[in-house]
């Protein structure tokens, strides 16, 4: 009932520019953090930047400074800028909201504090 649609990623030269973007689809009345994690092989999944409703972000210290999240409460959309991207930034990325309201098809509200996740996309940083 709630999706999540990441685009954006794609092969990119060190140092280069990417940016993310992810839109939530659903009845979706109410979202309070939206996110962005990363998984490289071998890694475990990581967070990279996160944004609460209020506009409050939350960065990992190997982005701080070449990562740039936002968010468009109206139209359910969360973005990633990343520059000055560097090898090891190479992973699959994943959206996420942590806690949300929605109708279900029956025109039932649900809150929730899950997490809801995206299929992932592929960011590579290679020369």
């Known amino acids: 009932q709630v999706q999540l649609k990441e685009s954006g990623g794609g092969l990119v030269q060190p140092g280069g520019s990417l940016r993310l973007s992810c839109v939530a689809s659903?009845?979706?009345?109410?979202?309070?953090?939206m996110g962005w994690y990363r998984q490289a092989p071998g890694k475990e999944r990581e967070l990279v930047a996160s944004?609460?409703?209020?506009?409050?972000?939350n960065y990992a210290n190997s982005v701080k400074g070449r990562f740039t999240i936002s968010r468009d409460n109206a139209n359910k959309m969360v973005s990633l800028q990343m520059n000055s991207l560097r090898t090891e930034d190479t992973a699959v990325y994943y959206c996420t909201i942590k806690g949300m309201g929605y109708y279900t098809e029956h025109d039932v509200p649900v809150v929730t504090g899950e997490s809801t996740w995206g299929q992932g996309t592929q960011v590579t940083v290679s020369s």
């Open positions: 944004v609460t409703r209020n506009g409050d972000t």
């Open positions: 659903g009845r979706i009345f109410n979202i309070d953090t």
